[in-house]
C-alpha cells in the first residue's frame, strides 16, 4: 500500500498562510487529492489532481506538487477553516493521510 | 441536488454481518461510481471497495475475503454487507461518489456510526 504521511497538527492565526504537506512513499504522479472535515461532518474535496479547484471551494485553496511531495496551501486562513484536512492518493488503490488538524490561535 | 445517504444499523454483535445500503437522488449508479469508506472514532479514511457504473465491483484486499458490495439501479441503491465483524470494525461508514472511473470523491453521505459489540 502506498503510505501518505502527514504532520498531525499546526496551529495559526486567521489571516497568515499556511501549508499542510503530504509525502507519499512511492510515487504517484499527480493523483493527489485533498479534503476537509469539520467535527461530525463528511468530507469536503477541496483539490483534486495535485492542484486543481474543486467547483465551489474558494480561491484561498490551492494545491501542488507531483511524485511524492505536495502541499495544501490556505492563503489567508480564516476562522471557518479550522478543520482536519486529509490527503489521499488514486495512483495505486486508494489511501488517505492520517490527516492534519488545523487550528486557528 | 446529488445527495447520497446511509442507513444501517448502529450496534452489530461480535462476528455478525454488517448491511448498509446506501441511497442516491440526483444522479444515475450508471453514470457515477459508488465508493464505501470508513473512519473508526478519532482516525482516519480508510477505502473499502467500489461499485462502478458499469455494475463491476472492486476491493481493497484488507476485505476482500469478507466484503460484498452490489447495487439495485431501480431503486437507486448501493449495499455494503460486510461479515466475521470484529470490535476493529466499529467506524462510521460513508457512500462516496466518483466520476469516470476515478477515485475522487465529489460528493460524500453523512456516513453511519456502527458499533460492533461482544
Known amino acids: 500500500d502506498t503510505v501518505l504521511t502527514q504532520s498531525p497538527a499546526l496551529a495559526v492565526s486567521p489571516g497568515e498562510r499556511v501549508t499542510i504537506s503530504c509525502r507519499a512513499s512511492?510515487?504517484?504522479?499527480?493523483?493527489m487529492h485533498w479534503y476537509q472535515q469539520k467535527p461530525g461532518q463528511q468530507p469536503k474535496l477541496l483539490i483534486y489532481?495535485?492542484?486543481n479547484l474543486e467547483s465551489g471551494v474558494p480561491a484561498r485553496f490551492s494545491g501542488s506538487g507531483s511524485g511524492t511531495d505536495f502541499t495544501l496551501t490556505i492563503d489567508p486562513v480564516e476562522a471557518d477553516d479550522t478543520a482536519t484536512y486529509f490527503c489521499?492518493?488514486?495512483?495505486?488503490?486508494?489511501?488517505f493521510g492520517a490527516g492534519t488538524k488545523l487550528e486557528l490561535k | 441536488q446529488v445527495q447520497l445517504k446511509e442507513t444501517g444499523p448502529d450496534l452489530v454483535q461480535l462476528t455478525q454481518t454488517l448491511s448498509i445500503t446506501c441511497t442516491v437522488s440526483?444522479?444515475?449508479?450508471?453514470?457515477?461510481?459508488v465508493h464505501w469508506v470508513r473512519q473508526p472514532p478519532g482516525k482516519g479514511l480508510e477505502w473499502m471497495g467500489a461499485?462502478?457504473?458499469?455494475?463491476?465491483?472492486d476491493y481493497n484486499s484488507a476485505f476482500k475475503s469478507r466484503l460484498s458490495i452490489s447495487r439495485d439501479t431501480s431503486k437507486s441503491q448501493v449495499f455494503l454487507k460486510m461479515n466475521s465483524l470484529q470490535t476493529d470494525d466499529t467506524a462510521k461508514y460513508f457512500c462516496?461518489?466518483?466520476?469516470?472511473?476515478?477515485?475522487?470523491?465529489?460528493?460524500w453521505g453523512q456516513g453511519v456510526m456502527v458499533t460492533v459489540s461482544s
Open positions: 512511492e510515487s504517484v504522479s499527480t493523483g
Open positions: 489521499q492518493q488514486s495512483w495505486n488503490d486508494p489511501t
Open positions: 440526483g444522479f444515475s449508479l450508471t453514470t457515477y461510481n
Open positions: 461499485m462502478w457504473n458499469g455494475g463491476g465491483t
Open positions: 462516496a461518489r466518483s466520476y469516470y472511473s476515478s477515485y475522487i470523491y465529489d460528493y
Open positions: 489532481g495535485a492542484s
